[in-house]
């Protein structure tokens, strides 16, 4: 695990907040907007990324992938005022198994607990990605297990349409004032396309930023402001 650029948790601020994510960009691209807020009004946020996202590149060798990877969430947490990100490294389609047979369970409590979060961001439970649903899965666990009394809440990441009906309370964020940022963290991941195609790099590259940009605009106007992000209320 890659724990050189975690700050030690600031007992002077209004609090911490976790987000727990599959892959290095999730965390800007679901709640970004939202986690930059926190950040200016004096919480600090930490970022626990669950693997390296090497299915992306297969022909990228793995410690290329992840130095690059490491990187950019460092630059882009930067940028939405984060206090620092650490990677798990766990396999991808294999989170849970991978987290018990390398009994890194300690590890992933030992971090949290020495967050003390106030409030926890993961990935919804019907996300469309089976690794972001497996991230739910460890963090309902985990939460339970440690008897966290931090509120738990989900974003989506692949589900930008959703039209299933959420029982669960609604958390709107409204994120006019950090939707720049968000985006400009955003920029930051330009290993997750593969460059060896311009033509796939601007295409998707673009096809990704239009698609955020409505559907936070989207949620915005349900909601009654510019930008918006919203999350679900677990616990
Ligand atoms: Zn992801």
Request: glycine fraction near 6%; proline fraction near 2%.
């Amino acid at each position: 695990m890659d724990k050189d650029n975690v700050d030690t948790v600031n007992t002077k601020s209004k609090g911490s907040i976790l987000v727990i994510c599959a892959h290095s960009d999730d965390q800007i691209i679901g709640p970004g907007g939202t986690i930059a807020k926190y950040a200016k009004e004096g919480y600090d946020v930490y970022t626990i990324i669950l693997s390296f996202g090497e299915f992306v590149q297969p022909h990228v060798k793995r410690e290329i992938i992840s130095k690059t990877r490491i990187k950019e969430s460092q630059k882009a947490d930067k940028i939405i005022g984060g206090k620092g990100v650490v990677f798990m490294g766990l396999k991808e389609n294999k989170f849970e198994k991978d987290l018990h047979e390398r009994g890194l369970e300690k590890n992933f409590k030992n971090l949290i607990r020495k967050y003390k979060p106030v409030k926890i961001f993961t990935h919804a439970p019907d996300d469309a990605l089976n690794d972001h649903r497996a991230t739910y899965r460890m963090v309902l666990k985990t939460y339970k297990e440690m008897n966290l009394r931090a509120d738990l809440y989900t974003f989506d990441v692949w589900h930008l349409f959703n039209l299933k009906k959420r029982y669960r309370p609604k958390f709107v964020v409204d994120t006019t004032d950090t939707f720049k940022i968000k985006m400009k963290a955003l920029r930051v991941f330009k290993s997750q396309i593969d460059l060896s195609t311009f033509y796939n790099y601007l295409v998707l590259n673009n096809f990704l930023f239009i698609l955020i940009n409505i559907r936070d605009l989207l949620k915005g106007i349900s909601n009654n402001t510019k930008y918006a992000e919203v999350f679900h209320k677990v616990r």
